[in-house]
């Protein structure tokens, strides 16, 4: 295998108690060519002591003054990575030990058009239950390749499930700031669009849902689905995956007991 270094780029926020599982897993890779950026965003914890600790020449520490959210800081990670390809973790997930191995390998096996390889997360959502994305009853075919209608549909690639070309991340504008949610998603819309994927038919990660972190502040993410809805409104057209998408925000909506307000975003965002 060539031995091809890769840039991780680990954001953090005041996660000092469960940060280091994190980094040892990264830390633990039976494939060893890559640095580690640790964006520090703002933490007022012991993060800085924690990292401070490691004796690992490949962990670079970047602590920025003010916590200015997850899309800021991995922007930042990415603009001091050192090499051409880029793995995400995130400061609450366990890397298996053949993660980035088996992603490199696939990349550097990939045609050129591939710009991004991603594989199954495996999630606990607490009491015992668990949930693996993306779902199996998508079919393998609909996976790998040109996936951008499929993503449309739904997402397919949770950030830290992607090892990508640096190049196909910087011609697609990286994370945008100035969503408080799913930044990611809309990364990944991007680089579909203009690039093939490939997928892993493997759990190689362990992912914990919080619902006191981003993935969990469900207004954040009903205002950024329907920024998503306006932004891509042609394409969700295209591909007859529109209503889809004003159901699913509508559904989370009624949920949360706010379905009469985002049904007026919804069609501001359609106008």
């Known amino acids: 295998m060539l031995k091809e270094m890769v840039s991780v780029v680990l954001p953090t926020y005041n996660r000092a108690y469960i940060l ?3 980094v040892k897993s990264v830390l633990m890779q039976t494939y060893p060519y890559f640095e580690l950026i640790i964006v520090d965003d703002g933490s007022t914890d012991q993060t800085q002591e924690l990292v401070a600790g490691y004796q690992d020449e490949r962990i670079i520490y970047l602590k920025m003054q003010e916590n200015r959210g997850q899309a800021r800081a991995r922007n930042c990670g990415i ?3 050192r090499y051409d390809y880029i793995a995400f973790q995130d400061s609450d997930d366990i890397w298996n ?3 980035l191995s088996k992603q490199v390998d696939a990349m550097l096996s990939a045609p050129p058009e591939v710009g991004f390889v991603y594989h199954k997360i495996r999630y606990n959502m607490g009491k015992g239950y668990s949930a693996v994305l993306p779902l199996e009853n998508i ?16 997402n397919l690639v949770p950030c830290p499930s992607v090892l990508a070309k640096k190049e196909c991340i910087l011609k697609s504008g990286g994370f945008d700031e100035t969503l408080k949610a799913l930044e990611d998603y809309d990364l990944a819309l991007k680089m579909a669009k203009n690039n093939h994927a490939f997928f892993i038919d493997e759990v190689l990660l362990e992912a914990t849902y919080s619902t006191s972190g981003v993935s ?9 689905s329907c920024c998503l809805l306006q932004r891509y409104k042609l394409d969700y057209l295209k591909t007859n995956t529109l209503n889809h ?13 706010r379905k009469e307000q985002f049904i007026k975003l919804i069609e501001l965002s359609l106008m």
């Not at 079919?139 to 996936?147: A, F, H």
């Not at 969990?216 to 950024?224: E, M, R």
């Not at 998408?245 to 007991?257: D, K, Q, S, V």
């Open 139 to 154: 079919g393998l075919e609909r996976k790998s390749g040109d996936i951008y209608a499929q993503l449309l549909y739904d």
């Open 79 to 81: 603009g001091h990575a």
């Open 20 to 22: 280091d599982r994190a």
């Open 216 to 224: 969990g502040n469900s207004s954040n993410f009903l205002i950024a």
């Open 245 to 257: 998408r004003i159901e699913n925000i509508i559904e989370n909506a009624e949920r949360i007991g």
């Open 97 to 99: 030990p053949e993660k």
